[in-house]
Nanobody, 125 residues
Framework: QLQLVESGGGLVQPGGSLRLSCAASGFTLDYYAIGWFRQAPGKERVGVSCISKTDSRTNYADSVKGRFTISTDNVKNMVYLQMNSLKPEDTAIYYC??????????????????WGQGTQVTVSS
């Protein structure tokens, strides 16, 4: 069964940090670009970051540049999203997704083949 599972979400104070993990089972992430998305209450899901498998190029939404870092561990078949200097507006359900290509091709949902079920991140004092 092809599956992505996110973990690492939780409640954190503004200015704090969290590291989200995305674990793949049933397939290897070696051949897929991986994207992180988030959906805040009452809002549409938006792309946050993406990493290409061809050259490990990364892409970040303007709202998280300089604060979030995406990385991969090919041995463990995992992708991570390190989130620092968190703000209340970062509160959302975070999803990882495996792209249809080796490279990041934007954040349109149709560009991604497999999705995880999400992990909740709440930034609040």
């Amino acid at each position: 069964q092809l599956q992505l599972v996110e973990s690492g979400g939780g409640l954190v104070q503004p200015g704090g940090s969290l590291r989200l993990s995305c674990a793949a089972s049933g397939f290897t992430l070696d051949y897929y670009a991986i994207g992180w998305f988030r959906q805040a209450p009452g809002k549409e899901r938006v792309g946050v970051s993406c990493i290409s498998k061809t050259d490990s190029r990364t892409n970040y939404a303007d709202s998280v540049k300089g604060r979030f870092t995406i990385s991969t561990d090919n041995v463990k078949n995992m992708v991570y999203l390190q989130m620092n200097s968190l703000k209340p507006e970062d509160t959302a359900i975070y999803y990882c997704a495996a792209g249809r290509h080796y490279y990041c091709s934007g954040y349109a949902a149709a560009e991604y083949a497999f999705w995880g079920q999400g992990t909740q991140v709440t930034v609040s004092s």
